[in-house]
């Protein structure tokens, strides 16, 4: 039972690249969501999913796209990287209460 | 506006001194106040969900309580392994959105 897992876990682009972050979970979550960290900001939301097929906005959700295809996997998509989305990466499940998140992707945009 | 500030930025407590970190917020409609633990370069790590002013919950040498317009993470006879970054956050009601403190660092010096 491997919980939230990430990929990668580390990944430099230079502006204007692209990328997708992939999450999976076998927790069997209905829910999934995608934050950032930066140091001082605490956890920002910048997408949210209440189940597959389905997907929606969070407080930050510009420069970012996402998909469920499935229900275990939720992939953020950078479709043109910028220095301001240099940031670490958090994937989360949970079932509308608590939240367990993946051990994040560390991204730097040059 | 909805907001969550924890105070202290930073904590440093000898082996065995107790002490508490607090979490204020305001947040229409409160639908949970949840405690995690970070631990560097890893994802937060879920401890304590209370959902009413008045509730305790207890887990080792943690206990989290709730009032009105705040939380407390009493943090008795620590030990070095407690050392981390305790992050609050709050769950609006009617919505998905969870919002974040920026959370208390906390070093336990044996």
């Known amino acids: 039972n491997a919980g939230v897992t990430q990929t990668p876990k580390f990944r430099v682009l230079k502006t204007g690249q692209s990328m997708t972050l992939l999450c999976a979970q076998d927790m069997n979550h209905e829910y999934m969501y995608w934050y950032r960290q930066d140091p001082g900001m605490g956890l920002r939301l910048i997408h949210y999913s209440v189940g597959e097929g389905t997907t929606a906005k969070g407080e930050v959700p510009d420069g970012y796209n996402v998909s469920r295809l499935k229900k275990q996997n939720f992939l953020l998509g950078l479709e043109s990287a910028a220095p301001s989305q240099t940031s670490v990466y958090f994937c989360a499940g949970g079932q509308g209460g608590e939240q367990f998140f993946g051990p994040g992707t560390r991204l730097t945009v040059l | 506006e909805d907001q969550v500030t924890q105070s202290p930025e930073a904590l440093r407590l000898q082996e065995g001194e107790s002490s508490s970190l607090n979490c204020s917020y305001t947040v229409s409609g409160l639908r949970g106040l949840f405690w995690y633990r970070q631990d560097p370069g890893k994802g937060p790590e879920f401890l304590f969900t209370?959902?009413?002013a008045g509730e305790e919950k207890e887990k080792e040498r943690l206990k989290a309580t709730l009032t009105k317009k705040e939380s407390f993470l009493h943090i008795t006879a620590p030990k070095p392994e407690d050392s981390a970054t305790y992050l609050c956050?709050?769950?609006?009601?009617?919505?998905?959105?969870?919002?974040f403190g920026t959370g208390t660092r906390l070093k336990v010096l044996a």
């Open positions: 956050a709050v769950h609006r009601g009617g919505t998905y959105k969870y919002i």
């Open positions: 209370l959902y009413s």
